[in-house]
């Protein structure tokens, strides 16, 4: 009996492939916002052992699985958003005001955490196929320091019942969730480059928006944008069209639909 041959392994993958995204929608219509500024992320699963040893064992011992738990913890940078200084990351104010004073099923969260080997730009490079979703209960620390340390918090995420394995989300597409628009006020004769950040604006590296609709000024009957280039899954530009006095509502397209959170611009 000859030993397994063994093939030599390629490039290292890397611990910050991990993406988490917490549910603030519904679990009938999740809205799965991403957790941003995540570093040292941990899942990790433990068993419960109980002694299952018989008189046929001939003196060992044996041991029998009888339960399992699961957590995730990680640290967050407590930085702002890169569109507003004056904004914490979405995700992360989410867990937050999630555990703040709640106990009960106020401090559950639904979760999704997956790999994602990307590149600089973006583009999958790497194995995307580890994928979950569970419950968990929150738990959120600051860790403070001294007056030249930066800014981080604790986070632990622990298990509610079972975890499971999804579809890689990658590959998937979603109807665009849009968070920010800036700057926030225009004028009737457009022409203003206003910044969109959101999520659902590429699929599988390439972009995701609808090249007939793209973006309209107005809601769904507005009147569409002058143009558009969509940079990430979750930032694009739109040149504004002339439009009335007035608050009106930006509306992202994409091979899915149309977005449904709603975020204005005051048109002067």
């Known amino acids: 009996m000859s030993a397994t041959p063994r093939v030599i392994l390629g490039s290292d993958t890397l611990a910050r492939k991990w993406w988490c995204d917490k549910n603030t929608g519904t679990h009938a219509a999740p809205v799965w916002?991403?957790?941003g500024g995540i570093?040292?992320?941990?899942?990790?699963?433990?068993?419960?052992?109980?002694?299952?040893?018989?008189y046929d064992s001939g003196g060992a011992k044996s041991q029998g699985t009888t339960a399992y738990e699961w957590s995730i913890e990680f640290k967050l940078q407590r930085k702002v958003t890169h569109a507003d200084p004056l904004i914490h990351d979405h995700g992360q104010e989410s867990i937050r005001t999630g555990c703040k004073r709640t106990t009960g099923i106020a401090n559950v969260g639904e979760f999704r955490w997956y790999e994602m080997n990307v590149n600089d730009a973006g583009t999958v490079i790497g194995p995307a196929v580890e994928a979950y979703t569970g419950l968990a209960v929150m738990q959120w620390g600051n860790d403070g320091g001294a007056m030249d340390a930066l800014d981080t918090v604790s986070v632990e995420l622990k298990g509610q019942g079972a975890y499971v394995d999804i579809t890689h989300p990658e590959g998937a597409a979603v109807v665009p969730v849009l968070y920010s628009v800036t700057p926030a006020v225009g004028v009737q004769a457009g022409g203003t480059l206003h910044k969109v950040v959101g999520r659902g604006f590429f699929l599988a590296g390439v972009d995701n928006v609808t090249a007939t609709t793209g973006v309209k000024l107005g809601g769904a009957g507005g009147t569409a944008a002058t143009g558009?280039?969509?940079?990430?899954?979750?930032?694009?530009?739109?040149?504004?069209?002339?439009?009335?006095?007035?608050?009106?509502?930006?509306?992202?397209?994409?091979?899915?639909?149309?977005?449904?959170?709603?975020v204005n611009i005051q048109i002067t």
């Not at 570093?39 to 018989?54: G, I, M």
């Open 39 to 54: 570093s040292d992320f941990k899942f990790s699963e433990s068993k419960t052992f109980q002694d299952n040893s018989d």
């Open 33 to 35: 916002t991403p957790v």
């Open 228 to 262: 558009w280039i969509t940079e990430s899954d979750n930032v694009l530009y739109f040149i504004a069209p002339a439009v009335a006095a007035g608050a009106k509502a930006v509306v992202v397209y994409n091979a899915v639909g149309v977005s449904t959170v709603t």
